[in-house]
C-alpha cells in the first residue's frame, strides 16, 4: 500500500468531492480530508498539525476572493507540495507572489483548474509552431446541470457589473464584467455558445507568458435567460458576490433544464488561426478538477518539481490527451 498522503482542505465540498473521486480512480495515495472545525485556513496552528507528515496538499475551498494564503505559506516553508483550485486573479497573483515561493523546494502550484492551468496548457497547444500571437481567446461552457454550489456562484458574481483590466491589441484597459458577449464554436455535442467577459489570472499572467496582444475570458450558461438576467445584474452596477447563496437557491429551481456536458476551449490567431478544446459529454463540471488531480498524481509519483510551476509546460500535449481519455473527456485540435 502506498502510504503517501494527500491533504484536501475543503473536500466535502462540491468540487473537493469531484477532486478526491478522480485521487481515488486515478492516483494510489492515501487521502486526508481536512474540513471545519479541525482545519482553519484562517488558523496556521491546525494548519500545521493538518500538515504533518503530508506529501501534497489541495485547497479546494472557495470562494478564493476571501481566503488568505496561510496554507501556501505553511507549505512552502515546511516542504509540502501546494496545489489550490483557484480562480480569483488576485488570490492566484498573491500566491505566485509570496516569499520565497520562486525558489521553493516543493511545488507551487496556484490556478490549477480550468484556469489558469488548463486554459495555459490549451494555449500552448494552440500557439504551438506560430511566429507571433496577436489573440488569445478563451471560453468556458458549462452545463446547466453541473456545479451550482454557491461558492461558485459567489466566484462568478463577483465580476458581475465589475471594472477590470484586460489586456487588447497591446495597451491595457477597463472593461465591465459580464459585458461584450461573444459567440465561441465547440466540436459537437456544445457546439456554438454564447459568453461575456469574466476577470480570471489569465487577464494578468498570458499577455506576458504567450507575448498576446490580447487576451480575453468568457464564461456563459448555456440556458440565454440566465445569461440574460446576468446582464441585466450588470447594468445596475453593484457588487452581487454576497448574494451567492441567494442566487445558487434560484438558480438551482432550473436545474432540471439542460445538460450535463460542457467544455473549456481556447481560440489562437497569430502566424495561423488555431483552437483546441476540452469536451466532457457526462458529467463535464469534473473537467475543473482535472489539473489538479493529474499534478497532484505526477508529484506524488517523484516527479521532481519546485517553486512556482508555470502554465504552459507542466504536462505535454500526448499525456492530457491520455489523461483525458481515461477519464472519458476529449482533446480537440482544429486548425482554422
Not at 494552440?126 to 454557491?150: E, F, K, L, W, Y
Not at 465547440?186 to 504567450?210: C, K, N, Q, T
Not at 505526477?298 to 512556482?308: E, F, K, N, W
Amino acid at each position: 500500500m502506498n502510504h503517501q498522503k494527500v491533504l484536501v482542505i475543503g473536500g466535502r465540498g462540491y468540487f473537493g468531492q469531484l477532486l478526491i473521486e478522480d485521487l481515488v480512480a486515478n492516483c494510489h495515495c492515501e487521502i486526508v480530508v481536512g474540513s471545519r472545525p479541525v482545519v482553519d485556513l484562517r488558523d496556521a496552528a491546525s494548519l500545521k498539525r493538518a500538515l504533518s507528515g503530508i506529501k501534497v496538499a489541495i485547497c479546494a475551498a472557495g470562494p478564493y476572493q476571501k481566503l488568505p494564503t496561510t496554507l501556501a505559506q505553511l507549505c512552502i516553508e515546511l516542504g509540502v507540495h501546494y496545489i489550490d483550485l483557484a480562480d480569483d486573479r488576485e488570490f492566484v497573483e498573491t500566491v505566485r507572489s509570496l516569499p520565497h515561493a520562486r525558489d521553493a523546494r516543493t511545488a507551487v502550484c496556484s490556478g490549477w483548474s480550468t484556469v489558469s492551468a488548463l486554459s495555459g496548457m490549451l494555449t500552448q497547444i494552440a500557439s504551438s509552431g506560430m511566429t507571433h500571437v496577436d489573440s488569445i481567446q478563451i471560453h468556458m461552457a458549462p452545463g446547466n446541470r453541473g456545479a451550482r454550489q454557491a461558492a461558485t456562484i459567489t466566484s462568478l458574481l463577483n465580476s458581475v457589473g465589475r471594472r477590470f483590466p484586460i489586456c487588447r491589441d497591446g495597451t491595457w484597459q477597463d472593461v465591465i464584467g459580464w459585458s461584450e458577449p461573444r459567440t465561441f464554436t465547440f466540436p459537437a455535442p456544445i457546439g456554438a455558445r454564447r459568453g461575456y467577459l469574466v476577470d480570471v489570472p489569465d487577464h494578468s499572467i498570458f499577455p506576458e507568458l504567450f507575448n498576446a496582444g490580447t487576451v480575453e475570458f468568457r464564461a456563459g450558461s448555456e440556458l440565454a435567460f440566465l445569461n440574460a438576467m446576468l446582464s441585466l445584474l450588470r447594468l445596475t452596477r453593484r457588487n452581487w458576490s454576497s448574494f451567492g447563496l441567494v442566487f445558487q437557491r434560484a438558480v438551482s429551481l432550473f436545474s432540471w433544464l439542460g445538460h450535463s456536458s460542457g467544455a473549456v476551449g481556447v481560440e489562437v490567431s497569430g502566424s495561423v488561426r488555431r483552437r483546441v478544446s476540452i469536451l466532457g459529454e457526462s458529467r463535464a463540471q469534473r473537467i475543473a478538477v482535472l489539473p489538479a488531480a493529474v499534478m497532484a498524481s505526477a508529484l506524488l509519483s517523484g516527479r521532481p518539481a519546485s517553486g512556482v510551476i508555470s502554465f504552459i509546460d507542466w504536462i505535454t500535449e500526448n499525456e492530457m490527451r491520455k489523461e483525458c481519455t481515461r477519464r472519458g473527456f476529449r482533446l480537440i485540435v482544429e486548425e482554422l
